[in-house]
């Protein structure tokens, strides 16, 4: 593939992106795409002016033309270069798989590595620079809550990556809700997003905290010194960061998570106290009763709704 060139995949094998003769993007110094060369039987992309109050109805069970948001997505794989300074008049995410380097725009410098998201607004302008190869999703689409070039890391579940790959494989594929598919997994993506960048921005090593906590609530073997060795810095930094931060310690923050998910399991399953207990890591259920009382005001079984799901309870305590 030439410099200044961006080739569409076809979709996923095994979570690797497969190359295909889709299409190839091609790029004039410091322009957005100019003209397209069509290599495959795809049909070509529709015009999605955000201006249009054409209302076309789709076989989609009602779908209309007007509700979609996604205009566009690929990836983009760069040698060693400088991508040259463009702007586009919708909003751009740009997902990072592979390789290191900087964005910039005009008031910063953003540096990006693998499971880095940047969401540029419309109208921004924007290069990117690396000393190496690299590699990313770039999506186009019309709405977002937000008004500024925001920046999340990918969780340790890579949830930005599983859900642009699933928008790419299906808007390529052309399958038979394709576009309702899409639409909905990029209205999922945007609802994380701007969750995510409404919060006050938090030092990565805060955020990588929180996430090891996050994950590790069922397990009751969780050591925070084991947690958190991954991350490099003194417990005792740690530990003062995330209590400036949140306000509560990490064990606190932790028994919080935990507490509110044993009131759900209470409501929602007929799962026993003890089995609620063991499930989220509590080897003594009379410790686990007390602490659920202390903290939610009640006991586990004064929680405990009497039409909770009874014998429909499945393995990731939910009705069935």
Not at 109 to 138: C, K, M, N, Q, V
């Amino acid at each position: 593939m030439r410099s200044g060139e961006r080739l569409f995949f076809a979709g996923m094998a095994h979570g690797v992106l497969t190359p295909c003769t889709a299409c190839v993007i091609k790029q004039t110094r410091g322009k957005t795409p100019c003209f397209f060369i069509w290599r495959h039987r795809v049909p070509a992309i529709e015009s999605h002016s955000p201006r249009s109050t054409v209302m076309d109805k789709m076989d989609l069970g009602g779908y209309t033309r007007s509700m979609h948001n996604l205009i566009q997505i690929g990836t983009a794989r760069f040698p060693r270069r400088i991508n040259q300074k463009h702007t586009h008049d919708t909003w751009e995410i740009v997902y990072y798989l592979s390789g290191r380097g900087v964005s910039r725009t005009a008031r910063e410098s953003i540096p990006f590595s693998p499971g880095t998201l940047i969401a540029y607004p419309p109208h921004t302008e924007h290069d990117e620079l690396s000393r190496g190869a690299y590699a990313s999703y770039w999506m186009r689409f019309h709405r977002f809550t937000h008004d500024c070039v925001s920046t999340v890391s990918d969780d340790a579940h890579g949830t930005y990556r599983s859900l642009l790959g699933i928008i790419c494989r299906e808007y390529l594929r052309r399958g038979g809700r394709w576009r309702m598919v899409c639409d909905t997994a990029l209205d999922v993506l945007l609802a994380v997003l701007g969750e995510r960048v409404s919060v006050p921005k938090r030092p990565p090593h805060v955020q990588a905290m929180e996430y090891a906590i996050v994950d590790s609530i069922h397990d009751g073997d969780f050591s925070a010194r084991r947690a958190f060795a991954s991350i490099g810095m003194s417990q005792h930094y740690l530990i003062r960061s995330f209590k400036r931060a949140f306000g509560v310690s990490p064990v606190q923050y932790r028994i919080d998570i935990q507490m509110r998910d044993a009131e759900r399991l209470l409501t929602v399953t007929d799962l026993s106290v003890r089995e609620i207990a063991k499930q989220l890591g509590f080897r003594d259920a009379y410790y686990f009763s007390r602490l659920f009382k202390r903290k939610c005001g009640v006991s586990p079984m004064a929680c405990r709704r009497p039409s909770a799901g009874k014998g429909n309870a499945n393995r990731y305590g939910a009705p069935a």
